[in-house]
């Protein structure tokens, strides 16, 4: 008799851009990010896996991998899971081999490498709408009559063969799994004839595949035009963090100041108004209004990981990237940080070289992350006039673009003195599969922003919120003296610490309130704003709260100053959860220190000479 | 009749066939996965695209996928086409 499994862990495991995620979101209704290139998931996510017969299955989403021999940081993550080796796991009960039903030659065998360690599998044959499509028939009952495994055919994306499986599974999972046969080992060109018998045998028509994905392809990948088509899109995406998030941003900004009018109107003067008025509302509401910004930015990033182009974009880039001791597959986790430096150097996992995804990780924070966008806009805001260059381009999004391409040709300048010194070691080649290209779905892209939005509105709630009523606080008291003769705020606890940074940052232009912004910009850079946002607010009359901090910036500090501090946040480290997960991913203090003290120095000296060069020449 | 050849010397369009991979001539962690990404002695493939500047990387198909490498990799394939 067999004893049935109370609560059975079940792995999804299959090459990359089978569609594990896609599955595994359909299956749990979770909302994992899902993307079209290898190395989206990087880490094992676990969901409940309601079953027919009321058991709650544990579903593990891991890493694609193309075998049980890891290459990788994040492709061994999956070994582990399967084998049973993961620290405070609970054994696999049974696996899900999810195979892209356009590639079975090559997924096939990774499923007879899996078949071979004895645990209960079922094959999930996922895309088979495109298979369809391509007039591919594949017979899947022969499948599994070859195989000895239930096969069933799936569409992750639209919710297809969900029901089946879910039924298999609870069919399969009776008994406690067997132990895990012997090794793993096997002839990889042995298991690959065999998967392509198997697969000519299985499929009964052979469509032309992936002709409109290959006519793409003569476009992305042409000598010429790619690399232009590139660098539009690029082009276009900073472009439209500034035009098309205009309007948004005014409305935010507009809901902003009346709060701080209604407030200050409503409320006694006091303590209790500045902290609402200009702690929180000065503070905060400064950042909240790049929610649009970020959105935009996001919505571009999404789209690119989610449609194939970002193997696109390594492969034109890979040239480059050898120049400076890297491959083209380091370029990924760098368009990511684009984004966000954090989910950038996780992605780094997918690099099989210590050296190079050490580098990797030492220079993602070079790449113009989605915090520093507030502190650019504010500047550039100010200080840049809006008026078009060439009748259609912006003259603020085409500083901003400028930004991004200085902090990128840093972070080359960067990984290649690091190649030569501290990461010093051979390259490894550039070999990566390029999936075929999809449309983004929508409900993945929405899910995406939504996500984002929470978050960003969180860390605004948060530690934005946390670190700006602590600064204001210590911008507040202790209150000058009576009789004094200098602003109030240079008699406070900030006051003074922005007084005594001030020696070490007037070299290169900055004033003290910019010095002690930099400090609280240590818990997130967007604090940095949020803190000069509070300091003027606290310096100014109720009247000079209408006009914001872009009038405010404009009326003190000089342009050199300014463009000095867009200079030091293109290279500026302030950032805790950079270190942190740095940390993490080198396992030690090391290689973060290395990182702060490398980056200062090289925004110190971006940012002096900028002051210095604009001194002498405007 | 068929003559052994290159990846990188194939014409746009041209099926060739692996006729001999070189595993001496790379580390043994690379040649499996070169095999785990269907490079395999007789099976089909087709130079799709050369990189800007210079022709390196390749973009390979290779059976049903497609697989950049780069041109000092792909010189350990040996192909041939019916020619």
């Keep these: 008799m067999t004893v049935a499994i109370a609560q059975p862990v079940v792995a999804l495991v299959g090459n990359p851009n089978a569609g594990k995620t896609s599955l595994f979101n359909a299956l749990t209704g979770s909302r994992q990010k899902v993307g079209n290139y290898p190395g989206v998931t990087v880490e094992r996510k676990a969901g409940k896996l309601p079953l027919p017969d009321g058991r709650i299955a544990d579903l593990i989403d891991l890493p694609g991998t193309y075998s049980l021999t890891p290459r990788s ?43 071979r360690l004895g645990l209960p599998m079922i094959v999930a044959l996922n895309m088979v709408d495109l298979a369809e499509r391509d007039g591919t028939k594949i017979d899947a009952a022969a499948l599994a009559e070859i195989l000895g495994v239930p096969v069933i055919a799936t569409v992750a994306v639209r919710r297809r063969g969900l029901v089946e499986l879910g039924a298999q599974l609870a069919a399969t999972l009776t008994g406690p799994a067997p132990a895990i046969a012997a090794s793993p080992e096997a002839d990889v060109r042995l298991l690959q004839r065999e998967a392509r018998m198997i697969a000519n045998t299985v499929t009964l028509a052979q469509g032309a595949q992936r002709r409109w994905s290959q006519r793409l392809d003569r476009l992305a990948l042409h000598p010429v035009l790619g690399p232009l088509l590139l660098g539009l899109l690029l082009f276009c995406m900073f472009q439209a963090v500034y035009a098309a998030a205009k309007a948004p941003m005014g409305w935010l900004a507009g809901l902003v100041t009346q709060a701080q009018d209604a407030l200050g109107a409503g409320m006694a003067a006091g303590p209790w108004r500045s902290l609402l008025v200009d702690g929180v509302l000065g503070g905060v509401g400064a950042v909240v209004v790049f929610l649009p910004q970020i959105l935009i930015l996001f919505f571009f990033i999404l789209c690119l990981e989610q449609s194939g182009y970002m193997v696109r974009a390594a492969f034109l880039m890979d040239r480059l990237m050898a120049r400076v001791g890297l491959n083209g597959r380091a370029f990924i986790p760098l368009i990511s940080s684009f984004a966000c430096a954090v989910p950038g150097i996780m992605a780094t996992r997918t690099i099989d070289s210590p050296n190079d995804r050490l580098t990797t990780i030492l220079i993602a924070p070079l790449m113009t992350c989605s915090a ?117 705020l240079e008699y406070s606890i900030a006051g003074q610490i922005g007084l005594a940074l001030e020696p070490v940052f007037r070299p290169i232009g900055f004033n003290k309130e910019i010095a002690l912004a930099l400090v609280p910009g240590m818990a997130a850079r967007e604090v940095a704003v949020a803190a000069l946002g509070t300091v003027y607010s606290l310096q100014g009359t109720d009247a000079d709260h209408a006009e914001g901090l872009i009038e405010r910036l404009r009326g003190t500090w000089p342009l050199p100053t300014a463009l000095a501090f867009l200079a030091w946040f293109v290279f500026a480290p302030q950032c805790i959860s950079t270190l942190a997960v740095t940390r993490r991913e080198t396992g030690g203090w090391k290689w973060p220190a290395f990182m702060f003290a490398y980056l200062f120095a090289a925004a110190y000296v971006a940012a002096g000479l900028t002051y210095w060069t604009a001194r002498a020449l405007l | 009749m068929s003559t052994p050849h290159l990846i990188e010397r194939l014409r746009p369009g041209e099926v060739a066939v692996i006729a001999a991979i070189d595993r001496a001539g790379l580390d043994p962690q690379t040649a499996e996965r070169l095999h785990e990404l269907g490079f395999d002695e007789g099976v089909d493939v087709e130079l799709l695209h050369r990189a800007p500047f210079g022709g390196d990387p390749l973009a390979v198909r290779v059976g049903n996928m497609v697989v950049a490498l780069r041109c000092q990799m792909a010189r350990l394939i040996e192909v041939e086409t019916a020619a």
């Design chain 1, 73 to 115: 940081p994040d492709e061994a993550v999956t070994r582990d899971a399967v084998l049973g080796h993961l620290q405070g796991e609970r054994r696999l009960d049974a696996i899900v081999a999810v195979i892209d039903a356009t590639n079975l030659r090559n997924h096939l065998r990774f499923v007879l490498e899996l078949r």
């Design chain 1, 372 to 488: 520093r966008l507030p502190v650019y806009a504010v500047i550039i805001g100010a200080f840049i006039p809006d008026r078009p260059v060439l009748g259609v381009l912006g003259l603020q999004g085409l500083v901003l673009f400028a930004l991004y391409i200085v902090g990128v040709l840093g972070a080359l300048v960067a990984a290649w003195a690091l190649r030569h010194s501290v990461t010093k070691g051979a390259s490894p080649t550039f070999l990566m599969e390029m999936p075929k290209y999809q449309w983004p779905a929508p409900r993945d892209i929405g899910i995406g922003l939504y996500q984002r939005a929470k978050a960003f509105i969180s860390r605004a709630g948060g530690i934005i919120l946390i670190s700006t009523v602590a600064l204001w606080a210590m911008a507040t008291w202790p209150k000058p003296p009576v009789g004094a003769d200098r602003p109030a």
